[in-house]
């Protein structure tokens, strides 16, 4: 699950699959851009050279952008 305040890719992808349907991922070299509606995050970072983990902070902001954070945060307690 989570570790050292990483999250895993596929757990934020599960939790996006539920909090925010519709939304699209569009990943890149080094970032990943996630639109849902008329919201728009561009900072995540793909997670190369960490196997996948994601800081804490960057999936906060993502929910809190996409205005999710309540429904992230029962999907992903650690938030």
Do not use: F
């Not at 305040?5 to 539920?18: S, T, W």
């Not at 561009?42 to 902070?57: A, M, V």
């Not at 999936?59 to 999710?68: D, G, H, N, T, Y």
Request: glycine residues 8%.
């Amino acid at each position: 699950m989570t570790s050292k305040g990483q999250i895993h890719l596929r757990e934020i992808r599960r939790m996006l699959r539920e909090c925010a349907p519709g939304h699209v991922w569009d990943e890149k070299d080094h970032r990943i851009k996630v639109t849902h509606g008329d919201k728009i995050y561009w900072k995540l970072p793909t997670g190369h050279g960490s196997g996948g983990q994601i800081q804490r902070p960057h999936v906060r902001k993502l929910a809190q952008v996409l205005e999710i954070l309540d429904c992230a945060k029962r999907e992903i307690p650690s938030l």
